[in-house]
């Protein structure tokens, strides 16, 4: 598993350093980012970029979304972002809103977005995190925040991070469920979805769910297949969708609450990069012929498409289709 991770790990750096450098700016500004809390139930609520539904409309990145959950015992929260100026933000609105410590947090990945604030939460929270995750930061914590400093730039707060542990892992396939008191709250690993260890947290009276990464944001953004596993990946999000009833609120990792059916445009395009890259390889195609060939024109819109499709996806389907 840890080598899955590293691979995970050196390609979001190809890739993130290529966009990064076309752009000349990071993709988000972390010093810029203001949140804004959204209630979706009693006691439930998602947070994300005040301009997160601007930018998605547009197809452009969305800086990262996450949430929290009041029980009568405290407040769990879902990913505590990249800096310490962002987790105040989240810590502020749990604050305003519930006036209740926070008992526990959840890092939906090991991506430092989701997961750096943890070193400035309360001492009393519980952290919980997928063994992978653990896995990761206890092996590659500086390399992942070098990699972190190259896309999203230097002091944004990223130098003073330094790793937290979990106070409580789930392992690969598992479960649990915490109780805030009044508040259920399932997380969940559905199997692979991105890039290993990926967590999705589910509140049932709201029937919210927060996805993390495996689920940037609405279309037209498309899933990342960081680390190659095309069929897994697309048997995974199958799963979350089979989950969800259709009146389900859902937290992606990076915008504003969608429905379950958006859900939909996901799977369907990694079911058209799957069978166009299957057609390719029975036909004797190379991997390069074959991202000249998938092009896919009904998945457009996305500003990162042009790198995200030809330079990730469909060079990993190809690779993993290979391998069956």
């Excluded at 609520?45 to 009041?70: C, H, M, Q, R, W």
């Excluded at 199958?238 to 990076?254: C, E, I, Q, S, Y």
């Excluded at 990162?304 to 469909?314: E, F, G, Q, S």
């Amino acid at each position: 598993m840890k080598r899955t991770i590293i691979s995970a790990a050196l390609i979001a750096t190809s890739i993130f350093g290529s966009t990064a450098a076309f752009a000349n700016e990071p993709v988000w500004d972390a010093n810029r980012v203001q949140l804004i809390s959204e209630k979706l139930g009693e006691g439930v609520y998602a947070y994300y970029p005040s301009d997160a539904k601007e930018l998605e409309n547009k197809g452009l990145p969305v800086a990262t979304s996450g949430g929290f959950i009041v029980g009568e015992k405290g407040v769990m929260i879902i990913d505590t972002m990249l800096n310490e100026r962002l987790n105040k933000q989240v810590q502020d609105m749990v604050k305003t809103e519930a006036g209740k410590p926070i008992v526990y947090a959840v890092n939906t990945s090991f991506h430092g977005d989701h997961s750096y604030g943890n070193m400035y939460l309360p001492k009393e929270t519980k952290i919980i995190q997928h063994q992978v995750t653990q896995n990761y930061i206890d092996t590659h914590f500086e390399h992942d925040t070098q990699f972190m400093m190259q896309n999203f730039g230097k002091g944004r707060g990223i130098e003073d991070i330094t790793p937290t542990d979990a106070d409580i892992l789930i392992s690969t396939g598992g479960s649990i469920t915490v109780d805030l008191g009044g508040k259920l709250v399932d997380i969940m690993d559905f199997g692979f979805a991105q890039t290993g260890g990926d967590l999705f947290v589910w509140e049932a009276e709201s029937k919210t769910m927060w996805t993390g990464n495996p689920i940037i944001t609405v279309k037209p953004s498309l899933p990342w297949l960081l680390d190659g596993h095309l069929l897994e990946t697309l048997d995974s999000l199958k799963k979350v969708r089979a989950f969800l009833p259709d009146d389900a609120n859902v937290v992606p990792g990076h915008g504003s609450p969608m429905t379950s059916a958006d859900i939909q445009w996901h799977i369907d395009y990694l079911e058209a990069v799957k069978t166009q890259v299957q057609v390719a390889i029975d036909d004797g195609l190379t991997l390069k012929e074959t991202v000249a060939k998938v092009q896919l024109p009904e998945f457009t819109g996305y500003a990162l498409r042009d790198w995200v499709h030809p330079a990730l996806n469909v060079p990993a389907a190809y690779r993993d289709l290979s391998a069956k």
